[in-house]
């Protein structure tokens, strides 16, 4: 929807067939749900921008090969313009990865820390100064539900082989109705939250990009999962 013409055929390619691993370069320590207030700068040099600053909560950044960054390339301007969005090449010097990790041991999720790190003029997404619009339709991509709704199916049946395994007063909790309505629940839900994720997909294919779809796929499965 925004990458130009040379963008696409460079990236796109690769990310399908898993070349390139990509992560989110968004929140910051001072900027989460807040995303304008972030204090990442890129200044312009040549043919090139010049990348310092701090991020957080990178999911698999230690892997990746590129992420889609949000720097203010414009400080005077509003908050919410003044940024724009690059796909950042993260292998290289003045690039730091820090693993935050977790009780379990798991380290999904990083920091980072970019000191004077460079990224082509090339690599810009969409207009410079312009990457709140290309943000808003990468989130509400992101919010579509499609990994919550594989994930809700896997989990559905994962949860129909166990319960094969288990008795109750010699009888296998398969056969018992309470047991059974609730498993039809979490397959109706699974059944539903794959139609609306499928929706979202339509919905963008046919150029219309109706920024409620994702949001509205996004609560169901949520709701959903708590249920």
Request: hydrophobic content about 40%; glycine content about 12%.
């Amino acid at each position: 929807a925004h990458g130009s013409p040379d963008l696409i055929e460079r990236f796109v390619p690769r990310i399908l067939d898993g070349r390139h691993g990509w992560c989110q370069l968004f929140s910051e320590p001072g900027a989460g749900s807040d995303l304008a207030g972030l204090q990442t700068r890129a200044e312009r040099d040549g043919d090139e921008w010049v990348v310092s600053g701090q991020k957080v909560w990178t999911s698999l950044g230690q892997w990746a090969d590129y992420g889609i960054l949000l720097a203010r390339t414009d400080p005077d301007a509003p908050k919410h313009q003044g940024i724009t969005y690059f796909a950042f090449p993260m292998r290289q010097d003045g690039v730091e990865v820090r693993p935050l990790r977790e009780m379990t041991g798991r380290a999904m999720f990083n920091e980072v820390f970019i000191d004077d790190a460079r990224v082509p003029h090339a690599d810009v997404i969409g207009e410079v100064n312009g990457g709140v619009r290309v943000l808003s339709a990468a989130l509400s991509q992101e919010q579509s539900g499609g990994p919550y709704y594989r994930n809700m199916r896997d989990m559905a049946v994962a949860v129909e082989q166990w319960l094969r395994g288990r008795e109750c007063d010699g009888r296998s909790q398969l056969e018992d109705p309470g047991t059974l309505a609730r498993l039809a629940q979490a397959y109706t839900f699974a059944n539903i939250a794959e139609g609306l994720g499928h929706r979202v997909l339509a919905t963008w294919l046919a150029g219309a990009a109706d920024l409620a779809y994702g949001p509205a796929a996004k609560i169901f499965c949520t709701e959903s999962f708590i249920t």
